[in-house]
């Protein structure tokens, strides 16, 4: 028999799949027999967000974790998003396609730097934004998304000072959005800093009726030039609901297979990175694979290990973000 194999994680020896397998039909049995869900981020590959039970952003994606009564969550995602579902359920096995599956957000923020940042403010409130690791989300206040970011900033006192981390474009988004000075992280995401408004500008003068839709992350000439900024799940509405029939999506594309399902008549052009190149994909969501996501539930691993004291320190403020998002 020809197999494949497939390295997890840099920790186990690779894993033979069977290439003859039919893969989505083995995940269907896999999750019924484990009573497992999948849960899916937007920028996942198609074939992944079609096996998947709930695909979401950010603030979906915690909501459904918790909710959840499945006994295995197999997360295809990247690993704060796992630890987040981990966090909401320490009693449920979370399994991971891909472990590597980093962030360039959250690898750019580590605990210690956090901790002697946060230091130098004393009394102020950190509000940090869920793509950081449990450590950062134990160090802060608030845990934040793309999509209540700006409603739960505006409800801290405006004489609090603020410490937002770790996305600076999010961050310098939401102190103009709300004139609300803060002090702020300065990491950046690696796809939505590849944007380039030279490219965006040409695209827009060769498509002048289209509107472009520009995910919070991008840097502040893309958001201007956006007629529409919000999370994934804010884009996907906006595009479904909105009369235009054309839009540039200035986020990683991956998000059009859910746009293109949900207005077939509509033309949806992914923003070019500035170099040729496929920068503008997610190298840490793609790691992800349906083979991977199969071997996952097949093996009920790889596995999120979590200390319990990180996990009871870390959901404080994802508590505080769900309980301020409920409304
Ligand atoms: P949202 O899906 O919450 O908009 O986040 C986008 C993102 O950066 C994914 O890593
Ligand atoms: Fe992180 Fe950017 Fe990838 Fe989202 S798209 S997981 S923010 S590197």
Same mark, same amino acid.
């Given at each position: 028999?020809?197999? %494949? /194999?497939?390295?997890?994680?840099? %920790?186990?020896? !690779?894993?033979?799949? $069977?290439? @003859?397998?039919?893969?989505?039909? *083995?995940?269907? %049995?896999?999750?019924?027999?484990?009573?497992? /869900?999948?849960?899916?981020?937007?920028?996942?590959?198609? &074939?992944?967000?079609?096996?998947?039970?709930? =695909?979401?952003? @950010?603030?979906?994606?915690?909501?459904?974790?918790?909710?959840?009564?499945?006994?295995? =969550?197999?997360?295809?995602?990247?690993?704060?998003?796992?630890?987040?579902?981990?966090?909401?359920?320490?009693?449920?096995?979370?399994?991971?396609?891909?472990?590597?599956?980093?962030?360039?957000?959250?690898?750019? +923020?580590?605990?210690?730097?956090?901790?002697?940042?946060?230091?130098?403010?004393?009394?102020?409130?950190?509000?940090?934004? #869920?793509? +950081?690791?449990?450590?950062?989300?134990?160090?802060?206040?608030?845990?934040?998304?793309?999509?209540?970011?700006?409603? #739960?900033?505006?409800?801290?006192?405006? $004489?609090?000072?603020?410490?937002?981390?770790?996305?600076?474009?999010?961050?310098?988004?939401?102190?103009?959005?709300?004139?609300?000075?803060?002090?702020?992280?300065?990491?950046? +995401?690696?796809?939505?800093d590849t944007f380039? &408004?030279?490219?965006?500008?040409?695209?827009? &003068?060769?498509?002048?009726?289209?509107?472009?839709?520009?995910?919070?992350?991008? &840097?502040?000439? #893309?958001? %201007?030039?956006? $007629?529409?900024?919000?999370?994934?799940?804010?884009?996907?509405?906006?595009?479904?609901?909105?009369?235009? /029939?054309?839009?540039?999506?200035?986020?990683? !594309?991956? =998000?059009?297979?859910?746009?293109?399902?949900?207005?077939?008549?509509?033309?949806?052009?992914?923003?070019?990175p500035?170099?040729?190149?496929?920068c503008n994909? +997610?190298?840490?969501?793609?790691?992800?694979?349906? *083979?991977?996501?199969?071997?996952?539930?097949?093996?009920?691993?790889?596995?999120?290990?979590?200390?319990?004291?990180?996990?009871?320190?870390?959901?404080?403020? =994802?508590?505080?973000?769900?309980?301020?998002?409920?409304?």
């Amino acid at each position: 028999m020809v197999t %494949r /194999t497939l390295p997890i994680a840099g %920790r186990q020896p !690779p894993r033979p799949v $069977d290439p @003859s397998l039919d893969l989505e039909a *083995e995940i269907a %049995r896999l999750k019924n027999e484990r009573s497992a /869900t999948i849960l899916a981020h937007y920028y996942q590959d198609s &074939e992944i967000q079609d096996v998947a039970d709930f =695909i979401g952003d @950010s603030l979906q994606l915690a909501q459904a974790a918790k909710k959840t009564e499945a006994k295995v =969550i197999c997360f295809a995602g990247v690993h704060f998003r796992a630890e987040t579902a981990k966090i909401l359920n320490p009693d449920r096995e979370v399994v991971v396609p891909d472990l590597e599956a980093g962030c360039s957000l959250a690898d750019g +923020c580590p605990g210690a730097k956090f901790a002697a940042w946060k230091a130098r403010f004393p009394g102020a409130v950190a509000v940090t934004y #869920i793509n +950081c690791s449990a450590e950062v989300k134990a160090l802060s206040d608030y845990i934040v998304t793309s999509s209540n970011a700006e409603k #739960i900033v505006a409800q801290i006192p405006r $004489d609090r000072t603020i410490l937002f981390a770790p996305d600076r474009n999010l961050g310098a988004y939401l102190a103009k959005k709300l004139d609300r000075p803060m002090e702020i992280w300065q990491g950046s +995401c690696i796809v939505h800093d590849t944007f380039s &408004e030279r490219k965006l500008i040409a695209l827009k &003068e060769r498509n002048p009726t289209a509107l472009v839709l520009a995910h919070p992350e991008c &840097e502040e000439p #893309i958001l %201007r030039m956006a $007629d529409f900024v919000g999370s994934t799940t804010g884009i996907l509405k906006y595009a479904t609901g909105s009369p235009a /029939t054309t839009f540039i999506v200035v986020t990683e !594309p991956g =998000i059009l297979h859910q746009m293109q399902k949900a207005a077939p008549g509509k033309t949806f052009i992914a923003a070019p990175p500035e170099a040729n190149c496929a920068c503008n994909e +997610c190298p840490h969501m793609k790691k992800n694979t349906l *083979e991977k996501v199969y071997l996952a539930l097949r093996d009920l691993e790889p596995k999120l290990v979590m200390r319990p004291d990180l996990i009871e320190k870390a959901r404080v403020p =994802i508590d505080r973000m769900l309980a301020l998002s409920a409304s």
